[in-house]
């Protein structure tokens, strides 16, 4: 089994247990926000259903954001081509005499 590797060694050494014990306090505090974060979000981090509904939700946000993306170039695309048609039309009005 192997130890997760003590940080911040050289400032803890006359101290050992204090250390420890502020080390384990952080990462106890960092574990309690990030529940409480995942919380707000409506994640239970405890349950792997529960995240995984959060992951494929965001899969989701990407997927649709990128079609969106394509959708609003191929709108622009058209709307450049009937621009450039109607000019064209115009063009061919103009020399022909307007018949």
């Known amino acids: 089994m192997s130890e997760k590797p003590m940080r911040r060694m050289a400032t803890c050494d006359a101290e050992r247990g204090l250390c420890h014990h502020a080390e384990q ?14 919380a707000i979000l409506g994640v239970d981090i405890d349950r792997p259903e529960s995240v995984e509904e959060f992951r494929e939700d965001l899969r989701f946000g990407r997927r649709l954001r ?20 109607a000019v064209w039309a115009g063009i061919v009005a103009k020399i022909s005499g307007g018949h």
């Open 25 to 38: 306090a952080s990462e106890d505090a960092a574990d309690s926000a990030v529940k409480k974060v995942f």
């Open 66 to 85: 990128k079609v969106a993306d394509h959708g609003m170039l191929a709108f622009f695309g058209v709307a450049a081509a009937a621009l450039a048609a």
